[in-house]
């Protein structure tokens, strides 16, 4: 087992133990903070891959933008978010979660059966690129690829996503001004 | 070499634990942090098969579009959050039923 299985292993644990500590909390706040510990591990995870480019744009976009931003409504929608706080019955064995469970241990089986008979690590196109060596090594040039894609081969979406970014960022604004006539 | 299935394995429990905290959770905010969770995992997908694709970047460029679509998303789930809690002073989707104003 060499040192990146080991990580790993010790990334996917933060990540799914943290995400857990989400899904069951009873503290709200407790639990969106809790969510900054998954996105880091994710961001980890992605660093295994050899995407850190990737990794550093969840970091900044995920940790810096949307994380804040939740935190933002948070506190703007002021103490009813928190009145959740005082309800004690909110275990996770409450009867009423019990289809939520269901729903979710069948969906689970059935995502594990699908990818254990998929066997990803022998897909015909995986073969052919390990064959012809098209697979990233951690040599560190990837970035600069990925500057030369995105002006390159994937400028259509590029400007795409940049157009809708900004159709939903003025949409945003627009919805949460202060209205001037009730 | 870390395994792809590990990959698949680990998104998959990240998204049913998301599509859990969707299902299960009484507040607005709770239910958007459930959904970035199963965009999480869908991301992580693409970046473990994107390993393979040295020349074109396919699964890496795709991961942040999406990381990109997700902070859009936000804003704007956000803000109409914000407004559900000035007009209903809640933000439970249970309690909030009517359609007209």
Redesign the interface.
């Known amino acids: 087992m ?1 040192a ?2 080991i990580l ?1 292993y010790i990334m ?1 644990f933060i ?2 133990a943290s ?2 500590y ?2 069951v909390s009873k503290n ?1 706040v407790r ?2 903070f809790i ?1 900054f510990v ?2 880091f591990a ?1 961001a980890g ?2 660093v ?4 850190d ?2 990794a550093v ?2 970091i900044v ?2 940790v810096g ?2 994380l804040v ?2 935190l ?3 506190m ?3 103490r ?2 928190l009145n ?1 706080l005082q309800h004690p019955d909110r275990s996770v064995w409450k009867i009423t ?1 019990l ?3 269901l ?2 241990a069948l ?2 089986i059935v ?2 059966n699908v ?2 008979k ?4 022998h897909l015909g ?2 073969s052919d ?2 064959k012809t ?4 090594t951690n040599s560190g040039d ?1 970035t600069g ?2 500057g030369v ?2 002006m390159t ?2 400028l259509l ?2 400007e795409i ?1 940049s157009i ?2 900004m159709m ?2 003025v ?3 627009h ?2 001004r202060k209205e001037s006539v009730e | 070499m870390i395994s792809l299935t590990n990959y698949l394995v680990v998104s998959a429990i990240l998204f049913c634990i998301g599509l859990y905290i969707v299902l299960v959770k009484r507040n607005a905010i709770q239910i958007l942090i459930g959904i970035e969770m199963m965009l999480n995992a869908a991301i992580l997908n693409l970046v473990a098969f994107g390993k393979f694709d040295r020349h074109n970047n396919g699964g890496q460029m795709f991961a942040l579009f999406a990381i990109v679509l997700a902070a859009a998303t936000t804003a704007v789930a956000l803000a109409i959050v914000l407004n559900v809690y000035r007009r209903y002073k809640t933000i439970d989707p249970d309690k909030v039923d009517q359609l007209k104003d």
């Open positions: 060499s990146a299985n790993f996917s990540a799914l995400a857990g989400v899904a709200l639990s969106v969510f998954t996105l994710l995870l992605y295994l891959a050899l995407a480019f990737v744009t969840q976009v995920y933008g949307i931003l939740i933002f409504a948070f703007l929608s002021g009813e978010t959740v979660n289809p939520a469970l729903i979710v969906l689970f995502l594990i990818i254990l998929t066997d990803a690590d196109w995986i690129s390990i060596k098209n697979y990233i990837m690829n990925i894609n995105l081969r994937y979406p590029f996503i809708l970014l939903a960022l949409g945003a604004a919805l949460s």
